[in-house]
């Protein structure tokens, strides 16, 4: 299976704690985007990346979050001294530059008790 | 204000019925329309999509969708639903006007049951 591959699928953390997902996207789609979903809701977009280059970042994300894409591939989601408020399913998609679809992985789900 | 309208919560459907997800939109430009499908504990698997063309565009597992730029509707549609199809639908659109980025605006979602 070549999708885009996300982990760990789950993550149980206390509050406080640092957390780090990883994503690996289909291979050379060159944009990767991070989202986050609660149950109920439609995914929020949180960052974006063309290549290495991080080109945009949700108001809305505090700077507890942090992404990285350092060699334009897999790229890294951290969320330091987590809160209840961040449990969610973490989603990475991809797609190349030429395409319109964004393809997604099967999510990190985060649980902060 | 680019917008995306999902006007059901839930829609309930028996096994072998058709069944329509609605999905209206709003946006300055010309809209590029995507509907995802999320099972349970699982991430969003593309459907179908429309950019240009034919309005009535065909997609996975049977299903297809029409555009009507005058409604400014995408709505989703089975001819005969099965109990599988049993899931969270969601409507997202992007904006191809000058300016815009490249991200989707993304509908609350529709669950869909489909009763034996």
């Known amino acids: 299976d070549t999708g885009v591959s996300q982990d760990p699928r789950h993550k149980i953390t206390k509050r406080g704690q640092n957390v780090t997902f990883r994503c690996d996207p289909i291979?050379?789609?060159?944009?990767l985007y991070w989202y986050r979903q609660t149950l109920g809701q439609g995914p929020e977009f949180l960052t974006y990346f063309q290549n290495e280059a991080q080109l945009e970042k949700s108001r809305l994300l505090s700077d507890r979050f942090s992404a990285e894409r350092p060699k334009g591939s897999f790229s890294t989601l951290e969320i330091q001294r987590t809160e209840q408020g961040d449990s969610a399913m973490y989603l990475c998609?991809?797609?190349?530059?030429?395409?319109?679809?964004?393809?997604f992985g099967e999510g990190s789900w985060l649980t902060v008790v | 204000a680019q917008s995306v309208a999902q006007p059901e919560d839930q829609v309930n459907v028996a096994e072998g019925n058709p069944l329509t997800v609605k999905c209206t939109y709003s946006?300055?430009?010309?809209?590029?329309l995507f509907w995802y499908v999320q099972y349970p504990n699982r991430g969003l698997q593309f459907l179908l999509k429309?950019?240009?063309?034919d309005n009535l565009v065909k997609g996975s597992y049977g299903f297809e969708a029409e555009f009507n730029k005058s409604q400014t509707s995408f709505h989703l549609k089975k001819p005969s639903a099965l109990v599988s199809d049993s899931a969270l639908y969601f409507c997202a659109v992007r904006d191809d006007a000058a300016g815009s980025n490249y991200q989707l605006i993304w509908g609350a979602g529709t669950k869909l049951i489909i009763k034996p």
């Open positions: 429309y950019i240009t063309g």
């Open positions: 998609a991809s797609n190349p530059s030429s395409g319109n679809t964004i393809y």
């Open positions: 291979s050379e789609h060159n944009r």
């Open positions: 946006v300055s430009g010309n809209p590029y």
